[in-house]
């Protein structure tokens, strides 16, 4: 079996349209809008600053808190005894 070839629920995950999440598109623009904001800002104060006082203001306390999200997720994904739902039981609320 090659890997990705099992997907009991048939969702692409890279796919914006897709029946799942078509109602979450209104905040994915926004979403977008923030990550353009973010990115002009970042550009001005590396601009306004340096590029060394972005990496230290910004660039660090983000690679924290990354890592952060991976080890989190990495062990709430990594028990045991996490339930399994087939697609008849699956819902957002149990996912």
Wanted: aromatic share 18%; glycine share 8%.
């Amino acid at each position: 079996m090659m890997f990705g070839s099992y997907n009991p629920r048939h969702v692409n995950h890279f796919n914006p349209f897709e029946k799942m999440f078509i109602g979450h598109m209104v905040g994915c623009l926004f979403s977008l809008g923030a990550l353009v904001i973010t990115a002009l800002a970042a550009y001005y104060y590396a601009i306004a600053y340096g590029l060394t006082t972005l990496v230290i203001h910004y660039g660090v306390p983000l690679l924290i808190l990354g890592t952060y999200i991976v080890v989190v997720t990495f062990l709430h994904h990594n028990e045991v005894e996490t339930p399994w739902y087939s697609n008849e039981r699956w819902d957002f609320v149990r996912g």
